[in-house]
């Protein structure tokens, strides 16, 4: 299974490609890719049930009330990907992707009409 944050656009784009849920419940770990300003950078990570739980349920209040903001970050790593919805309809996603000795930090805007379809992906994934 593949995500993919709606944004129609190949530049900017933030996706997690080739998820895996771990069959002991320890938690998942998929790919992630991302695309900002021409820059890019693929990582694999692994995090946490509980992450995933929190940022599920912090993306759902940002979409109904269409503000607030909702951080994917596992407990033990340094990586986090966080999405600040604003009250004009925009969504800015802002990030640190970490490998060996490397580091992406990056921010690009999209639109709330990106939600909906990424939180039922994400549900899918969690369950």
Do not use: R
């Amino acid at each position: 299974m593949n995500i993919k944050l709606q944004t129609n656009t190949e530049d900017p784009k933030l996706e997690f490609l080739i998820i895996e849920k771990y069959d002991d419940q320890s938690g998942f770990g998929s790919t992630i890719s991302v695309v900002s300003n021409g820059f890019s950078s693929k990582v694999f990570a692994t995090f946490e049930q509980w992450p995933m739980s929190e940022f599920i349920s912090q993306l759902q209040v940002c979409n109904n009330y269409l503000s607030g903001s909702a951080t994917l970050k596992p407990q033990w790593d340094n990586w986090f990907i966080t999405f600040t919805v604003k009250p004009n309809g925009h969504v800015v996603v802002n990030g640190l992707l970490c490998a060996y000795e490397q580091e992406l930090k990056f921010e690009f805007t999209t639109d709330q009409t990106c939600l909906n379809s990424l939180i039922k992906d994400f549900q899918l994934w969690g369950n």
